[in-house]
């Protein structure tokens, strides 16, 4: 199975594009005003305009407001919604909007319990826990505390670049890898060739498989 790859935290309509070009099969846009990597409303348009057909585009929240949530919707055509922060599986799925879960990792059990509480997410996005941030954090985690057995997509993320990708993919064989700061000159502007090394990577170690 080919892993697929997920783009976080672009912000620019020619990051998009280069990252689709090069073969990314999601970008991510946060919608989390904090981030170093937020996006408006306005710059999300932007983005979105440039992302061609068959690449999805995935709202990233965290513990937003219901309306803050919604009116996003009614401006950016999202495709999923990812959710990064402490919400619910009763606020996850009442946007009538496939989404995925982020759970912050300190040991095995912190993914079994995510799995079996979030059952209805179409993906469950593993990445690195650090009390002060919900995530991009630019750091990995123990990748051994991974099940095997997993009820859900398993998308890995935390710390993620060039260098260990591969590594990480055969470590772990995910669904699909996510990835922020490993692509990024500083933090929240993306690097276009660390994008396309990134994207060479992942499609060198899945042709081995
Ligand atoms: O990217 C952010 O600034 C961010 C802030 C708050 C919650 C989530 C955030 N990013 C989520 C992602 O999907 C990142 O790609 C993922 O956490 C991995 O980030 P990194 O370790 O920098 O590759």
């Known amino acids: 199975m080919n892993s697929r790859i997920k783009i976080c935290g672009i912000t620019k309509p020619e990051d998009a594009r280069v990252a689709a070009d090069a073969g990314a099969d999601a970008i991510g846009l946060v919608f989390y005003e904090p981030s170093p990597r937020a996006v408006s409303l306005e710059a999300a348009e932007e983005v979105v305009k440039a992302i061609p057909a068959f690449v999805t585009v995935v709202g990233l929240f965290v513990n937003p407001d219901r309306a803050f949530v919604e009116e996003v919707l009614k401006r950016i055509p999202l495709d999923l919604l990812q959710f990064h922060g402490d919400e619910t599986p009763e606020f996850c799925r009442q946007f009538n909007r ?112």
């Not at 509480?117 to 593993?126: P, S």
């Not at 993320?157 to 590594?167: E, H, I, P, Q, T």
């Open 98 to 209: 496939r989404w995925i879960k982020a759970v912050r990792v300190r040991n095995a059990a912190d993914i079994n319990s995510a799995f079996a509480r979030f059952y209805e997410a179409c993906g469950l996005l593993v990445d690195a826990f650090d009390p002060a941030h919900y995530g991009g954090t630019g750091k990995c985690f123990d990748w051994t505390m991974i099940p095997e057995k997993r009820p859900l997509p398993l998308i890995l993320a935390g710390g993620l670049n060039s260098d260990n990708v591969a590594r990480a993919v055969e470590q772990v064989r995910p669904w699909a890898v996510d990835v922020s700061g490993g692509v990024e000159i500083r933090k929240g502007v993306k690097d276009h060739k660390r994008m396309t090394d990134f994207l060479k990577e992942v499609q060198r170690v899945n042709k081995t498989y």
